[in-house]
């Protein structure tokens, strides 16, 4: 990808944020997010974990049978990136990319706790902010973000 087409998708990431806001957010959103994930993950033959955070905690985690540790670790990774820069780890990867850089040497975090790689989106409650988050690993980066920001809009019109 060359440095316009970096930033004009660092661009539309950071639009999509601005409207994929929820109104609300709970175990029960969570549960009903993470189930979506795993459905279209059984009838798409999609090898992935999935993970639902609130506050750091826990309240959804799949893999499916083809999966690895790995796939959990990658999880972990992602969600911590999310966590410290509140932004999604795909524009964290992109950005990376951008600069020519990564995690570790610019920011003196490990690589081994942070992945700048696509796959874990920031969870925006309307009137509160940065709440939670949604990862998947096991795809392409582009792949899992997608699949999170399909499943988060469905959350958002109502549709699970």
Avoid at 19 to 43: H, P
Wanted: net charge negative; hydrophobic share 35%.
């Amino acid at each position: 990808m060359e440095k316009e087409q970096i930033e004009k998708r660092i661009r539309e990431l950071q639009e999509e944020y601005r409207e994929l806001v929820l109104d609300s957010f709970s175990a029960e959103a969570a549960w009903k997010i993470g189930c979506r994930i795993r459905e279209k993950a059984l009838q798409n033959g999609y090898q992935i974990a999935a993970s639902v955070t609130l506050n750091r905690k826990r309240l959804f985690y799949m893999a499916v049978e083809e999966t690895t540790p790995i796939n959990e670790r990658w999880i972990h990774r992602k969600e911590n990136t999310v966590y410290t820069f509140f932004k999604s780890s795909y524009e964290m990867s992109l950005y990376m990319k951008l600069k020519e850089d990564r995690i570790e040497p610019r920011y003196g975090l490990k690589d081994g706790d942070y992945a700048a790689a696509g796959g874990c989106v920031p969870v925006i409650v309307k009137n509160v902010g940065f709440v939670g988050t949604v990862a998947v690993s096991g795809l392409t980066e582009e792949e899992d973000h997608n699949l999170v920001v399909e499943t988060l809009k469905e959350y958002q019109r109502g549709l699970l």
